[in-house]
């Protein structure tokens, strides 16, 4: 257990569905992560939110938007995605964005194995 | 952007053997971490080694900041040890982005 929690663990949709991943840290970080894990790619970063403001946005596509309610919770909210957006979706939490070892190190959640048909 | 690359990409090894992975990076670098993923896709971290050698157990890493890589040695390996190992690292004066290597999966047969 890394005191991140991701819900839920899997998730298959269709093209025209709506749903929300949700993540949880419970280790009282001030930042936290969304990547996308797609087969043979590395892990690209999507978001960053730091004491809930958004800080980072790698050019993700609008059919993906999160919202970082408090420093506890993320969500990222899926709607009309495409099949090449099947993936494995992870979040991570740190202690702040920087400052070293104590502060950078990123835990990560279990992740979300999403399918979209 | 920076390019993070690691070698192999693939590594088959026995139990009990030793192993050295690399992560070269192509620029200055303030933040590198190393990361195991097991087969069920969960991401733990290893070290935090921007610069310096640090040791946990079996498991021991070294980074030459200034030569721009990091190694990372496994020694006595277990099969517990097999997953994807990853290098991450974040750019000296960039954005708070970690930019991960494409990752090498090591494979321990009993």
Redesign the interface.
């Known amino acids: 257990e ?1 005191g991140v929690t991701q819900t839920p663990r899997h998730l298959v949709m269709g093209m025209t569905n709506k749903k929300s991943l949700k993540c949880e840290q419970h280790l009282g970080h001030n930042a936290m ?1 969304w990547y996308k ?1 797609s087969a043979k ?5 999507m978001f ?1 939110y ?1 004491l809930e403001e958004r ?2 946005n ?1 050019s993700v596509p609008s059919r993906f938007s999160p919202e970082c309610p408090n420093s506890s919770h993320l969500f990222l909210h899926l709607h009309t995605l495409q099949p090449e957006d099947s993936a ?1 979706y ?1 979040c ?1 939490s740190s202690q702040d ?2 400052g ?2 104590d502060e ?5 959640g ?2 979300t ?1 999403l399918l979209v048909l | 952007g920076i390019q993070v690359e690691q070698s192999p990409p693939d590594l088959i090894l026995q139990e009990g053997a030793n192993s050295t992975l690399r992560c070269n990076f192509s620029d200055s670098v303030n933040n590198l971490q190393w990361f195991h993923q097991n087969p069920w896709g969960q991401l733990i971290n290893l070290f935090y080694i921007p610069s310096g050698t640090k040791q946990n157990g079996r498991l021991s890493a070294t980074t030459v900041a200034t030569e721009r890589y990091s190694l990372l040695y496994i020694s006595s390996s277990q099969t517990t040890d097999s997953g994807v190992y990853f290098c991450a690292v974040k750019v000296e004066g960039g954005s708070e982005k970690l930019v991960f290597g494409k990752g090498t999966k090591l494979t321990v047969n009993p």
Request: proline share 7%; charged share 20%.
């Open positions: 890394t992560y894990q790619k590395p892990l690209e970063l960053v730091s800080v980072e790698n494995l992870l991570a964005l920087a070293g070892w950078e190190t990123q835990y990560f279990p992740g194995r």
